[in-house]
Nanobody, 121 residues
Framework: QVQLVESGGGLVQAGGSLRLSCAAS????????MGWYRQAQGKQRELVAR???????DYADSVKGRFTISRDNAKNTVYLQMNSLRPEDTAVYYC???????????????WGRGTQVTVSS
């Protein structure tokens, strides 16, 4: 019954900011990798940012210097702070994580249902 739920999406003007949150819930034993993907209309889903269990991060070149990924292990939550937003950032943003549950001895990969981010010009 592990589940990822995104929040924080919405409509923002170009140059504005949004903070996305993704909370994992259920009988969680541990969480290793967590990441954010996005999919714009008519385009393939792409990796935006990822953060390892130890805190190391990676970003897509298109968002470096503008987006920051972080996590709160106590809350089983990953965040994506998005600044200086551009119309080309418009997409559905999905949370992704590798999680082991109490009932399983191996990691499973989970996806959230996504949250819409729309940046107006």
């Amino acid at each position: 019954q592990v589940q990822l739920v995104e929040s924080g999406g919405g409509l923002v003007q170009a140059g504005g900011s949004l903070r996305l949150s993704c909370a994992a819930s259920g009988s969680i034993f541990s969480i290793s990798y967590m990441g954010w993907y996005r999919q714009a209309q008519g385009k393939q889903r792409e990796l935006v940012a990822r953060i390892a269990g130890g805190g190391s991060t990676d970003y897509a070149d298109s968002v470096k210097g503008r987006f920051t990924i972080s996590r709160d292990n106590a809350k089983n939550t990953v965040y994506l702070q998005m600044n200086s937003l551009r119309p080309e950032d418009t997409a559905v943003y999905y949370c992704n994580a590798d999680i082991s549950s109490i009932s399983k001895y191996y990691m499973n990969n989970y996806w959230g249902r996504g949250t819409q981010v729309t940046v107006s010009s």
